[in-house]
């Protein structure tokens, strides 16, 4: 599974997009999904130079494709207030990690379906209210359907 129970993280408090990177990352790497935490980070930071992966919505999205991930996984972390990403507020992050070997399907599959279920409010309005773990991970799994 890309959602796993322990990669739900409710009432969060972040100051920056780089506190969340590095903490998600540490999260993913004592799962086992990192093999090289750096690597990893590196690839999502310089994703966000590129670009930034806040999409509006009080969402942003980094993601990392690397050879420091062993295999493809998906934090959810919630915060209890907003935060700036760039310019951006954000209230939840979905932190994606995809081994290089599996970058061109894995990678836009995950994120076409985590896009296409936030256009739906009814889903957003539930990750942002629920306030039970299960709820989340239940409702998250619609992306991996």
């Not at 790497?29 to 930071?45: C, D, F, P, Q, T």
């Not at 980094?62 to 507020?89: A, C, M, Y």
């Not at 990690?97 to 836009?108: E, F």
Request: aromatic fraction near 8%; proline fraction near 2%; glycine fraction near 4%.
């Amino acid at each position: 599974m890309l959602v796993e129970r322990e990669f739900i993280c409710l009432n969060q408090e972040y100051s920056d997009k780089y506190q969340v990177i590095k903490e998600l990352s540490q999260l993913a790497n004592s799962h086992g999904k990192l093999n090289n935490v750096e690597a990893y980070e590196k690839s999502v930071l310089s994703r966000e130079e590129e670009f930034t992966t806040a999409i509006g919505c009080l969402v942003a999205i980094p993601h990392g494709q690397s050879d420091g991930v062993n295999e493809p996984f998906i934090i959810f972390s919630r915060t209890k207030e907003d935060f700036k990403w760039d310019d951006l507020d954000v209230q939840m992050v979905f932190m994606i990690g995809v081994p290089m070997k599996n970058r061109s399907d894995t990678h836009l599959k995950i994120l076409a379906e985590i896009a296409r279920n936030l256009m739906d409010e009814d889903f957003r309005s539930a990750l942002l209210t629920s306030n039970s773990e299960k709820e989340i991970y239940d409702i998250l799994h619609l992306i991996e359907s």
